[in-house]
C-alpha cells in the first residue's frame, strides 16, 4: 500500500497509481520562507507534537526536493541570478555560478556566506524578493525529472517508505509535490520551517531507529548533511546544465556511495546496498 501524508484522514479507497495531478496552471500561493535564517516571521500551521517512532517495512529514502525529485534548478538559478546581479551587483553569469556552488543550504544562509559584509536587511529583502518569485517564475514551470513518478511507484511496491527533506518552504513543497500528484508517495514532507536538512536527517533517524536510511540529493551539502548523521547513506544525483556541471566523481569526494545523472537505476542500488552477504558453504 502506498504511504499517506501522516496526520491525516483516510479518505477511503485511492487510485492504485496515485492520484491526478492538480490541473497545470494552478496557481501557487506566495509563502515566505520560516528559516532560521530569515528574518521573516509567518505562521507555520504545522501540527505540533512529536511522531512516535515506529518500524518501516523495510528502509526509509529521504529525496531532496529541489534538483532531485524536480527539475528546476536552471529555473530557479536564473531567478537567483537576476536578484544577485540586482541587489549585489554581481554579473549575472557568475552570480548563477556562485548560486550553484552553494545550493542546498537555505537562500538565507546562502546570502550570508556569499555576502558575509552586504547589510542585514538587504540579505533578508533580497531573500524575500526570492521566495515570491521563485514560486512565480521558477515552481510555476517546474516539472519531475521524467523518471521520477514510475520510480516512485516502484519504490513504493518494493517496500520502502519515502519521505522529502527540502530547504523550500514546507507549505510550498506539499502544494508542488500534490500539483503534479507525487505527494501521495511520501509518508512526511520537512521543510525550512522544521530546520535544517541535517536537522530533518536527525528528526528521520529518530523516527525510524532500527531502518537503513538514504539521502538521495543533488549537491555538496546534501551529501555532507547525510555524512554528518550517523546511520545515512548518501547518495546523489549529478547535474550537467549549460554553465554548471556536477559529476558523480564531485559527489563521491563529498559522501555519495552511489551517483548518477537520472535516478532510474536507483532500486537496484538500494537492493545493493540492503542486501546481506551470502555465505558460502564449504565444500568437505
Do not use: C
Request: without cysteine.
Amino acid at each position: 500500500m502506498a504511504s499517506r501524508p501522516a496526520g491525516g484522514t483516510d479518505p477511503g479507497p485511492r487510485n492504485p497509481d496515485g492520484p491526478a495531478p492538480v490541473p497545470e496552471g494552478t496557481e501557487l500561493p506566495v509563502v515566505r520562507s520560516t528559516s532560521q535564517f530569515a528574518e521573516i516571521e509567518r505562521p507555520i500551521g504545522r501540527p505540533a507534537g512529536v511522531v512516535e517512532p515506529k518500524e518501516v517495512a523495510r528502509g526509509v529514502v529521504v529525496f531532496d526536493l529541489d534538483g532531485t525529485l524536480l527539475d528546476d534548478l536552471w529555473l530557479i538559478s536564473s531567478v537567483a541570478a537576476d536578484l544577485l546581479a540586482k541587489a549585489f551587483g554581481t554579473p549575472a553569469e557568475e552570480a548563477r555560478v556562485h548560486y550553484f556552488a552553494t545550493t542546498g543550504m537555505p537562500f538565507e544562509a546562502q546570502l550570508s556566506q556569499l555576502y558575509p559584509d552586504a547589510p542585514p536587511e538587504l540579505r533578508a529583502s533580497t531573500a524575500r524578493t526570492f521566495h515570491q518569485r521563485k514560486v512565480t517564475e521558477a515552481y510555476a514551470k517546474a516539472k519531475p525529472f521524467p523518471e521520477v513518478p514510475k520510480l516512485l511507484k516502484r519504490l513504493d511496491r518494493e517496500g520502502w517508505t519515502m519521505v522529502v527533506s527540502t530547504g523550500a518552504e514546507t507549505e510550498m513543497a506539499d502544494l508542488i509535490l500534490e500539483r503534479e500528484g507525487l505527494r501521495y508517495w511520501f509518508e512526511e514532507v520537512l521543510g525550512s520551517a522544521d530546520g535544517t536538512k541535517r536537522e530533518h536527517l536527525s528528526e528521520y533517524r529518530r523516527r525510524y531507529p532500527k531502518a537503513p536510511l538514504f539521502m538521495v540529493g543533488d549537491s555538496r551539502f546534501d551529501m555532507e548533511a547525510a555524512d554528518s548523521v550517523p546511520g545515512v547513506t548518501a547518495l546523489g544525483r549529478a547535474s550537467s546544465i549549460r554553465a554548471w556541471t556536477l559529476t558523480p566523481a564531485d559527489l563521491a569526494q563529498w559522501g555519495a556511495v552511489w551517483a548518477d545523472y537520472s535516478l532510474t537505476s536507483l532500486p537496484e542500488e538500494l537492493e545493493r546496498l540492503t542486501s546481506k552477504p551470502k555465505s558460502r558453504r564449504r565444500g568437505r
